[in-house]
């Protein structure tokens, strides 16, 4: 079964928008999830929502630290690595808002995320 994150990837792909412009938009839709959960946690928050919500994004960064450190990537080894770095980064933060169901802790991974895709986009 496909993560709900490649879907969303390769449903985007097919829009016929440049890899650079998919990345972004799906790093800007995950963090627009993040922030909803953060702006509604007292209102309604659930740990089940909160999971789905970090999973998306979890997923989302494993679809990209995969695909940035395969060998064939064409990227410079010390991009790969910062990349690596960055996505090791946020599955602990996703750890961290998880154990301990506080949704604030993804606020750097929310600022990550607007930061490289606004870099995706030339921003």
């Known amino acids: 079964m496909q993560s709900s994150a490649a879907l969303a990837y390769e449903q ?33 928050g659930t740990r089940e929502t909160l999971e789905h919500t970090l999973l998306y994004n979890r997923k989302l960064w494993q679809v990209f630290v995969t695909s940035v ?6 990227l410079p080894k010390p991009l790969k690595e910062s ?11 996703t750890m961290d808002a998880l154990k301990l169901q506080d949704p604030k802790k993804m606020m750097p991974v929310i600022n990550i995320n607007r ?6 986009r030339g921003q």
């Not at 450190?69 to 064409?74: I, S, V």
């Open 12 to 44: 985007t792909a097919r829009r016929s928008v440049s890899p650079r412009e998919l990345e972004s938009d799906l790093l800007l839709k995950a963090a627009a999830k993040l922030q909803t959960e953060i702006d509604d946690w007292s209102l309604k």
């Open 115 to 120: 930061q490289i895709a606004a870099g995706l």
């Open 69 to 74: 450190t395969a060998d064939e990537n064409p």
């Open 83 to 93: 990349i690596a770095s960055l996505g090791v980064f946020v599955f602990a933060c």
